[in-house]
Structures are given as structure tokens and as C-alpha cells.
């Protein structure tokens, strides 16, 4: 990814060139750190940064190099909201999307609609999520569709696919059926993932369904989460700059731990703390800068 100072100007020194390089390196990320002051811009980018693909950063303050461009359809699979521009990943992200499609596919033929992933470099999103920001996150709606075109007029972005909890928000409804637990079962036994997050409400019911299996481990209760699953990747080995989430604890998370998010004290309004989004890492500003530099 390294910054070159391609127009040498008689310099020969071996140490005078990696000044000028640590020099010119310093100045492009300077730049970056302006820019990132008054608006980060990743949504303007229209271009994935060339080189090897590689995760970089968390999921929640990164950035993805080489990143690809999920198809409109695959089998087993719809891309919804294509106009949003967030349909890139990691290739193993997108893998896993195969899989998944596939997975359902050889089941019958309905098929699974594939939401936001990562914009073309990632970065912040300047609507609905902080994390998908190093293309390793997917949203998977629960609902299923019977055609892509079906898929399309039936998720404006205005509405979002109908909700699978009851109106308690403990239990699931009867939308929730062997073809929602049969696609979370999937993403969640896939060793690429470390972790799939659902409401609350959706743990339960799989808890009381599936209590000893051992892939309840990675499906872990988020807020939200009611109408789709958000599934994350464990980082790559091709990404020494990626950030690893710390691990999940051990155990099906189906006892005290699950019990705690139907709690007076989880419902408890907090006061907000407003914090200021962090810098990114050094190799981020550098992908920004790179895109500022061809405008």
C-alpha cells in the first residue's frame, strides 16, 4: 500500500529516500487527518482501492483494500438496495454469501435477500450502522423472497422487511419459522464467522428450540436485530492489519446471560454520551488520501 515518491530528483542516498518517503508519508496522512476533521467522505468513493484484498481496522472504526463487488443475484440470493453503493466485501464475505444462497437453494426456491455490506473502501457509513466499515459484516434479511424482482418492490428504503418478534418482544412470531433458523444455523456454523447477532427475542426462541447444539454459541443478542441478522467474519489471515473483536464467552449464552436482556435493568434509558467518531488507522487515511489524490 506503501507511498512512493515517484519523480526522483537526484536524490541517491538509500536514508535521504526513506526520509522523503516517511516525509511524503506523513504529509498524505496530514492531509487525510483534514479532511477526516470536517467530513470523512467514504461515501463519496466510487472505487474499491486496488492491491490484495485486506481487511483493515475493526468493524467499527476500518477501512477494506481490494475489496469485490457482491452481483446483483447469485443463486439462492437477491442484493437489495443496490442504490445505497454498500455492496462490497472481503471475498471471503462474499463466499460466505454463496454459501448461504447455496445452502438454501439445494432447500427449495425461495430466495435470501442480502442487505448492506461495506461501501467500496468501507469507512463510516453516514446512515444506519458505525460497524460494516472493513468489509467483514453482511446483513441477511429473515425474510425470504420469491423472485428478485419480487424482492425489490417489496423492500423500498423506506420499509424494511416485516419483524419476526411477537408483540411482547420476547417471543417470535409465526413468521419466524424452519427456514429463518435453518439460515442463522447455517452462517453460524461456518468456521469464517465469528459471530451472528439477532434480537434478543430470536435467541430465546432458539434457545428453547435448539438448547444443546453448538452453534448457539456465535448467535449472540443484539438491540434491533428483529427483522434480519447481521453476521460478522472473523478477520482473514491475509489481513495482518485487521482488528480482531475480542472472543465471545464460552457457553451457549442461553442462561443468565440471555435472561439479563428481558430485564428492568436493559430496558433502562441511559444518558447518551455523544462521543466523537475515533481517527481511523494510518492505513485508512492513506486509502482516503489515495482517493482525494485521483478527484
Known amino acids: 500500500m506503501g507511498v512512493c515518491a515517484c519523480h526522483e ?9 526513506r526520509r522523503l518517503g516517511i516525509a511524503a508519508l506523513l504529509g498524505l496522512l496530514a492531509a487525510a487527518d483534514t479532511a477526516l476533521a470536517a467530513d470523512p467522505g467514504w461515501a463519496r468513493i466510487q472505487t474499491v482501492a ?5 481487511a483493515i481496522g475493526s468493524t467499527s472504526n476500518g477501512c477494506i483494500r481490494g475489496a469485490s463487488a457482491l452481483p446483483a443475484t447469485g443463486v439462492g440470493y437477491v442484493s437489495i438496495r443496490r442504490e445505497r453503493n454498500r455492496y462490497y466485501g472481503h471475498p471471503r464475505t462474499l463466499r460466505l454469501i454463496r454459501h448461504l ?5 439445494r432447500r427449495h426456491s425461495e430466495l435470501i435477500m442480502i442487505g448492506d ?6 469507512g463510516r457509513m453516514p446512515t444506519s450502522h458505525v460497524s460494516h466499515q472493513n468489509g467483514l459484516d453482511v446483513d441477511v434479511w429473515l425474510t425470504l423472497a420469491h423472485s428478485p424482482q419480487q424482492a425489490l418492490l417489496s423492500t ?3 420499509r424494511d422487511p416485516p419483524s419476526m418478534l411477537a408483540d411482547n418482544g420476547r417471543d417470535v412470531n409465526a413468521r419466524f419459522g424452519p427456514d429463518q433458523e435453518f439460515l442463522i444455523r447455517i452462517a453460524a456454523e461456518d468456521p469464517s464467522v465469528d459471530r ?9 426462541a432458539l434457545c428453547q428450540r435448539e ?37 465471545i464467552p464460552a457457553g451457549n449464552g442461553c442462561g ?22 475515533p481517527q481511523p488507522p494510518a492505513q485508512c487515511r492513506m486509502l482516503l488520501s489515495e482517493s482525494s489524490a485521483r478527484r
Not at 101 to 105: K, L, T, Y
Not at 196 to 204: E, H, Q, T
Not at 220 to 240: E, N, Q, T
Request: with cysteine; aromatic share 8%; charged share 20%.
Open 9 to 17: 530528483t537526484g536524490v541517491t542516498s538509500t536514508g535521504n529516500r
Open 50 to 54: 486496488h492491491g490484495s484484498p485486506a
Open 101 to 105: 444462497g447455496e445452502a438454501m437453494h
Open 117 to 122: 455490506l461495506a461501501q467500496p473502501r468501507g
Open 156 to 158: 423500498p428504503e423506506a
Open 196 to 204: 451472528v447477532l439477532v434480537n434478543p427475542g430470536i435467541k430465546n
Open 211 to 247: 438448547r444443546d447444539a453448538a452453534w448457539l454459541h456465535k448467535v449472540r443478542p443484539w438491540w434491533g436485530h428483529d427483522a434480519h441478522m447481521h453476521v460478522r467474519l472473523k478477520c482473514p489471515k491475509d489481513s495482518p492489519y485487521c482488528a480482531q473483536q475480542a472472543p
Open 256 to 277: 443468565a446471560e440471555l435472561a439479563w436482556w428481558f430485564s428492568p435493568e436493559a430496558h433502562t434509558p441511559r444518558k447518551s454520551t455523544a462521543k466523537a467518531a
